[in-house]
């Protein structure tokens, strides 16, 4: 199954001044970018074909790969001068570079690269900045049980902020973490059809307007995921991925500790 990343976007909240041009999924967590981290997911799973949406930043991803080193992350043997991996990450993946625009939305950015996924009946999406522990596998069979044209998979909110209900008199009558209301964020993984194209305008978005016309045709699915889930959209959030790498702390890197699933 195709896997398509969204990594085009400017992140403004990730850069360091506004010459920086390195765009959120080349932020370091540990020796890799973050796109690593969410390929390397995938390819656990045995979903290798990739499809990378460009924008701002692209020669940046580009040259990643085609510099890429594999001693980085992976023992090796020097013999008479030559290397020999004793394990490899990409050299079974196919990884296909999209130039999708500047200022394109993600719904756009999806629509550009539809000739690349128009021989799958279902594929796979993602921002290409959140890291997770979720069963992916889990996740595809629960949506082809669902019968809908779309999955989103969904998680409890991560605000650490309060909310307030307050009358019209200003007092305050309650005061709730956001964290206990019941309610769900998109986790920003997505497992989708063709159908989803039908509900794409030029220039529009993979969730308010694909998704949103989905909804209202009881068409959409939401995977609830309660275990690990993190989004690196600023630097905090990339710098604690960062420290937990480092501590051995990776609840993300689920090709570590578990074989790969068989399908």
């Not at 756009?108 to 596998?137: C, G, I, K, M, W």
């Amino acid at each position: 199954m195709k896997v398509v990343l969204f990594c085009g976007g400017y992140g403004m909240r990730m850069r360091n001044s506004p010459v920086d041009d390195i765009p959120k999924p080349m932020q370091m967590v540990g020796p890799r970018p973050l796109i690593w981290h969410v390929m390397r997911y995938y390819a656990h799973f045995g979903h290798k074909d990739f499809v990378l949406c460009l924008g701002y930043g692209a020669a940046h991803i580009k040259n990643y790969f085609l510099t890429y080193q594999e001693s980085i992350s992976n023992d090796f043997v020097i013999r008479n001068g030559q290397v020999d991996l004793l394990h490899s990450d990409i050299s079974d993946w196919s990884i296909t570079f999209v130039d999708t625009g500047l200022e394109s939305a993600i719904g756009e950015r999806l629509r550009r690269v539809r000739s690349h996924v128009a021989d799958d009946e279902l594929f796979l999406a993602n921002y290409a900045d959140v890291l997770t522990d979720a069963p992916l596998d889990v996740m595809i069979d629960s949506f082809g049980d669902s019968g809908a044209a779309a999955s989103m998979m969904i998680v409890p909110p991560q605000s650490s902020f309060h909310c307030v209900d307050i009358g019209d008199d200003g007092h305050v009558s309650g005061i709730t973490p956001v964290s206990e209301l019941d309610i769900w964020e998109n986790g920003g993984f997505f497992v989708l059809s063709q159908e989803v194209f039908d509900h794409l305008p030029e220039g529009g978005d993979l969730v308010a307007d694909a998704c949103g016309a989905l909804v209202k045709q009881n068409r959409l699915y939401g995977y609830k995921h309660l275990g690990f889930w993190k989004p690196a959209d600023t630097f905090k959030e990339r710098a604690e991925l960062d420290a937990r790498y480092r501590s051995g702390d990776r609840p993300w890197m689920v090709w570590e500790n578990a074989p790969a699933p068989q399908r």
